[in-house]
């Protein structure tokens, strides 16, 4: 973490560390849903190496160019892909692992979601995610309620 | 999110609960409290083929 710019860092909203499960390894391929500033991907470019690639989905441009430069700064190849994480501009059984970092919740298509995981993933890959998830339906203030989606 | 994981085909899902995190706004915090809302890691696979 010490090596990542401060600029991932400061823009960092995740909500836990998906790394340790998701066990990435030299070569493989990891794709990372909703990746923003870019700190979870540059961890995972980190571990998957040279030899790997570091992929991150976001529709937000200036997410995906802010985690180009925190790229730069840090000295790590990541490819930055502009898509939905209901539609992963990703082929078939291409993707050894996914992770994703408190951004599943936002989406009104889970199920979707679920289903583009299940099709980019290889036979035998894995996903490691970390999220939030209420007990209880949430009333419709709390989902109209921008303050709350981002605090 | 856990049912949603299997029923898209994926196995092996387990979660555990993030200790430690809270919502940075204090209203935040009570809403979330009030829902039950926690953060969880989930891990899953995709069956070999």
């Known amino acids: 973490m010490d090596r990542m710019p401060e600029g991932a860092v400061a823009s960092f909203a995740g909500v836990g560390n998906p790394h340790p499960r998701a066990a990435l390894q030299p070569g493989e391929t990891v794709l990372d849903l909703g990746s923003g500033a870019g700190l979870d991907l540059l961890i995972a470019a980190e571990r998957v190496g040279p030899g790997g690639r570091a992929i991150g989905v976001d529709t937000n441009p200036v997410m995906r160019a802010r985690a180009a430069a925190n790229a730069k700064a840090a000295g790590l190849e990541v490819e930055l892909v502009d898509g939905a994480i209901e539609a992963l501009p990703v082929p078939d059984g291409s993707v050894d692992a996914v992770i994703s970092n408190g951004v599943i919740n936002l989406s009104f298509r889970k199920r979707r979601v679920f289903e583009e995981i299940h099709r ?6 894995r996903l490691s995610i970390t999220d939030i998830v209420s007990a209880k339906q949430l009333s419709q203030s709390i989902v109209n309620d921008p303050k709350l989606w981002a605090s | 999110m856990f049912r949603l994981m299997e029923e898209s085909g994926l196995t092996k899902v387990r979660s555990a609960v993030v ?3 809270e919502f940075r706004e204090a209203s935040t915090r009570n809403a979330a409290e009030a829902y039950g809302v926690k953060a969880v890691m989930m891990t899953a696979r995709k069956p070999e083929a």
């Open chain 1, 120 to 125: 980019v993933l290889r036979p035998g890959g």
């Open chain 2, 19 to 21: 200790a430690g995190f």
